[in-house]
């Protein structure tokens, strides 16, 4: 073979293989809506395994058969990066799912989400559930359809069994008390914990904040000691699962209540929908109620604290229009009623919605669990700021560092302003 | 081929030989047009862009700003890049010391015709090509402070006060070296199989008839034959240890605290988590300066051995 024709082969098939090249990395062609439709893209987390995704979208298809909505599913856990890298890149997406207030306060301060006033404003606002979160000196740039806060789960046949009354108006003293005597040696050898905290920090510094006004971005901790001496107490009297061994064996927060493994968890209530998901699925047999979280006096107003998550329009939208009115329609009643149906708690609170919600299948209907399910008060679980997520890091590791027993509590708390202020603040 | 240019090749400068020479390179180039593209998009074009964006403050959303050396000066103020650094340094002088002098009883032990020797050869290679993840996720249950096989063994024998492993600061970095020597172990291994089965055994043969004992055979024979797969060793060693990331995000994520934050965790971190990449430019800037350093300290080292 003569080299000219060698080296033709070469170049067409490097030709070739730089054409598939490039065709790979624009992904997939767009698929094609059906005729006459508008095609809206969402992004979405984990979409097989967060069923509120296809109960609103299915909902609205069905209220707007001009409309066909096309998930773009993200890795649960690379949701903030991912989309980060998607808008860095000028992605079309058209709906935004903000995972959390600290990525939105991110997004919406670098300017990639539309203002969307005029849906807030046809909104019931006043029962809007973490409206307030989304309010960047009077824009709103999202609109929250969901509103997930904390409260306590147990599990009434391991509280029947130790003869106990259920846990209703707590403080957290006699929630520590509960919970020692609920911890026993079963049958098998196992330890049934009377209580589980999961290694969140907020578990034990978002409570804390929320019941004493603290601010978690304000470099001052003082606030945390009593949260955090209630939390190590009972990690030493042998009462919840060792912080080490849960970090270690990444124990997963579901399994020690759905086994009965712990009598009691503070949790959010987006574990309501697995819950129930898993016991209509046979994989537990636990029977649980709800009620709400400890407070530091007996008597008065409930505080805990929670998150919302919320619905955005992209800057480079392919559908602004569109996008808006499906915003509207997902934080409005119609689209609360939807997430309802599956157990996801809808920022949209009126008693419609509620009456809605524990109709569901598979939910306790107990006078406790109705009022744990109505807190007098929900704060943010961390403060809007651009400071949010670097404070949130540091946090977190002195967090780990007081749960193991490597720092006192005094010097933890010590430890985190310090660092807070000359790493976050620049005091 | 070459013996048909070379019969043409006397007149150097007539225009067909030019052609020639041409048509030759461009071939060459043609051949490898495919990996260098590849390289350039993800590899050379990332690295200087990298360069240029650390004197840059750019959130991946506006048009980056220069900033001269402020990165580096934030860098240098920041406790965490300081704990990270000696974080990094630490990993690397407990890994590469010890997963070498493993791999090299590992291959002295298995450098033997002996029946079923490859059955211990692949085993010990096995933890290589297991998923790290899996490594991870299954380490850090043996390390658990209180069930862990590990501790209750430590427990059996008597040893009360147990290390608390991933869950102290003191025993997380240990935890995470002994877990990187067990995984990599086995791949130098087979780096020093090769290297021992190419020493010609005349030399021992040699050696053995001067009446040298089998210390001084492998101290005077083995080892000096070995110098240059031990020098390869040392340094994708010591390149993959300043690079450790995967390992210990998976088993630690950095904690207790810090206290197995290393370096390019840290580049992920403010990069990717936080979005300052100016910022974790610069620490990959001095991250690949530091690995540079130490790379041309050993190469240079070995120059003046070998004189």
């Excluded at chain 1, 846990?167 to 003293?173: E, I, K, M, Q, R």
């Excluded at chain 2, 934030?74 to 704990?83: G, I, K, N, Y």
């Excluded at chain 2, 992920?268 to 991250?287: D, M, P």
């Amino acid at each position: 073979m003569k080299r000219t024709t060698l080296a033709a082969i070469a170049l067409a098939v490097t030709a070739g293989l730089g054409m598939t090249g490039c065709a790979g990395a624009a992904g997939p062609a767009e698929p094609q809506a059906q005729e006459g439709k508008t095609r809206l893209t969402v992004s979405v987390w984990n979409y097989e395994g967060t069923p509120e995704f296809k109960a609103l979208f299915d909902g609205y298809e069905a209220a707007n058969p001009n409309v066909d909505i096309e998930p773009v599913d993200i890795l649960a856990e690379d949701y903030p990066q991912k989309v980060t890298t998607m808008l860095a890149g000028g992605d079309t997406t058209d709906v935004l799912t903000m995972k959390n207030v600290i990525d939105y306060s991110r997004y919406a301060g670098n300017g990639q989400l539309q203002e969307i006033n005029s849906v807030v404003d046809s909104l019931d606002k006043d029962n809007l559930a973490g409206l307030d979160a989304f309010d960047v000196d009077g824009k709103y740039f999202a609109a929250p359809y969901r509103q997930d806060f904390w409260l306590l789960y147990y599990n009434k046949d391991l509280f029947k069994a130790a003869g106990v009354e259920d846990p209703a108006d707590l403080t957290w003293d006699e929630y520590t008390a509960l919970a020692q005597k609920l911890t026993t040696k079963g049958a098998d050898g196992k330890t049934v914990y009377g209580t589980y905290h999961h290694i969140w920090r907020s578990v034990t510094q978002a409570i804390a904040a929320a019941q004493n006004n603290g601010d978690q971005i304000g470099g001052d901790y003082g606030f945390f000691e009593d949260q955090y001496n209630t939390a190590l107490g009972l990690q030493k009297s042998g009462a919840t699962l060792d912080f080490g061994t849960a970090k270690s064996q990444k124990t997963s927060y579901r399994t020690m209540f759905e086994t009965g493994q712990a009598a009691m968890m503070p949790m959010g209530t987006w574990y309501i929908s697995s819950l129930t998901q898993a016991k209509k699925d046979g994989k537990t047999n636990v029977n649980w109620g709800l009620a709400p979280m400890p407070q530091k006096k007996s008597g008065g107003d409930v505080t805990t604290f929670g998150s919302p998550t919320a619905f955005a329009v992209n800057k480079n939208a392919a559908h602004s229009e569109e996008a808006k009115k499906f915003i509207e329609w997902a934080a409005g009643e119609e689209g609360a009623k939807a997430i309802s149906k599956i157990g996801v708690v809808p920022a949209l609170q009126n008693d419609a919605v509620t009456d809605a919600y524990f109709k569901l299948d598979g939910l306790p209907t107990d006078e406790l669990s109705k009022k744990a399910f109505t807190p007098d008060e929900t704060a943010l679980e961390m403060p809007v700021s651009d400071k949010s997520a670097a404070t949130d890091k540091i946090l977190n590791q002195e967090h780990d560092l007081i749960m193991v027993g490597e720092r006192s509590v005094a010097d933890g708390i010590t430890e985190m302003g310090k660092r807070v202020k000359s790493e976050v603040l620049g005091q | 081929m070459t013996a048909e240019t070379l019969k043409r090749a006397p007149a150097v400068h007539s225009r067909g030989n030019r052609k020639q020479a041409r048509r030759n390179t461009l071939i060459g180039w043609t051949f490898i047009l495919p990996n260098f593209l590849g390289f350039l998009a993800f590899t050379l074009i990332p690295v200087l862009a990298a360069f240029a964006l650390s004197f840059m403050e750019w959130t991946s959303f506006s048009a980056p700003r220069w900033v001269g050396l402020a990165n580096f000066q934030r860098m240098v103020q920041s406790d965490t890049f300081w704990v990270a650094l000696r974080n990094t340094v630490l990993y690397a002088l407990g890994h590469v010391p010890l997963t070498m002098a493993l791999a090299l009883v590992l291959a002295l032990l298995l450098n033997r015709k002996l029946k079923g020797i490859g059955f211990f050869r692949v085993a010990i290679f096995f933890p290589y090509i297991t998923s790290l993840v899996a490594v991870a996720v299954v380490w850090n249950m043996l390390f658990s402070p209180d069930s862990g096989p590990i501790n209750q063994f430590l427990h059996a024998v008597g040893i009360a006060n147990a290390p608390g492993w991933t869950s102290s600061s003191d025993w997380a970095m240990p935890a995470v070296i002994i877990t990187s020597v067990w995984r990599d172990m086995g791949y130098y291994m087979i780096l020093y199989l090769a290297g021992l089965q190419a020493i010609p055994t005349e030399l021992y043969e040699a050696a053995e008839v001067d009446g040298a004992s089998p210390w001084q055979r492998f101290w005077n024979v083995t080892l000096p034959s070995l110098r240059p797969t031990t020098f390869f060793v040392v340094v994708m060693l010591t390149v993959s240890s300043f690079k450790v990331f995967d390992l210990i995000v998976v088993m630690t994520n950095g904690g207790p605290g810090r206290a197995t934050t290393v370096l390019s965790q840290l580049i992920y971190q403010e990069g990717i988590g936080e979005g300052k990449f100016g910022y974790s430019s610069a620490i990959s800037l001095v991250l690949f300066v530091i690995v540079l350093t130490v790379t041309v300290l050993q190469f240079k080292l070995q120059q003046r051995r070998e004189r």
